[in-house]
């Protein structure tokens, strides 16, 4: 499975971006995507997950009711709108594919930078 995501930028505190994770590969064999961010200094953090199936969703307590996770019909692009953004969601957020229910995230896409300015 390949990964390609984009959509990150510049954008003030409050404002909203849409992130998208491109597949590509063996996209029918694989279970579930997810976001994940990693901020200077710290260490990559989950952000949320969708499967590829029913489209079931989760997200880290820090996003939840901000950033909407969701998939295209044809299995091959997950997107990450992310609204009412705050200085500390500055991170370069990365999409993930796992091929199994609790399997590790083994594919990863090159990662997108989001700035947002205070």
């Known amino acids: 499975v390949q990964l390609q995501a984009s959509g990150g930028g510049l954008v003030q505190a409050g404002g909203s971006l849409r992130l998208s994770c491109a597949a590509s590969g063996r996209t029918s064999s694989s279970y579930a995507v997810g976001w994940f961010r990693q901020a200077p200094g710290k260490e990559r953090e989950f952000v949320a997950a969708?499967?590829?199936?029913?489209?079931?969703?989760n997200y880290a307590d820090s996003v939840k009711g901000r950033f909407t996770i969701s998939r295209g019909n044809a299995k091959n692009t997950v997107y990450l709108q992310m609204n009412s953004l705050k200085s500390e969601d500055t991170a370069v957020y990365y999409c993930?594919?796992?091929?199994?229910?609790?399997?590790?995230?083994?594919?990863w896409g090159q990662g997108t930078l989001v700035t947002v300015s205070s």
């Open positions: 993930a594919a796992r091929m199994r229910v609790g399997a590790p995230y083994d594919y």
């Open positions: 969708i499967t590829w199936s029913l489209g079931i969703t």
